[in-house]
């Protein structure tokens, strides 16, 4: 099994996705847990993909 490359971290207020190979910050702030999407991210699923669970995550902060 490969190693993740992206996790979801605490912050204060929610949750934010850190990049490991980057070492920065990946995407916005989420106030719920973004499971789905950081499964995505790792499992290099497709640009459709992700752009849907972005959108799913950034309707559910509303």
Same mark, same amino acid.
């Given at each position: 099994?490969?190693?993740?490359?992206?996790?979801? =971290?605490?912050v204060p207020?929610?949750? =934010? %996705?850190?990049? &490991? &190979?980057? !070492?920065?910050?990946?995407?916005?702030?989420?106030?719920?847990?973004?499971?789905?999407?950081?499964?995505?991210?790792?499992? @290099?699923?497709?640009?459709? #993909? %992700? #752009?849907?669970?972005? @959108? @799913?995550? !950034?309707?559910? @902060? =509303?």
């Amino acid at each position: 099994m490969s190693r993740r490359r992206y996790v979801a =971290r605490g912050v204060p207020g929610g949750y =934010r %996705i850190w990049d &490991k &190979k980057g !070492r920065r910050w990946w995407g916005d702030h989420y106030e719920l847990c973004p499971d789905d999407l950081v499964t995505a991210l790792n499992a @290099k699923a497709s640009p459709e #993909t %992700i #752009t849907a669970l972005l @959108k @799913k995550c !950034r309707a559910m @902060k =509303r």
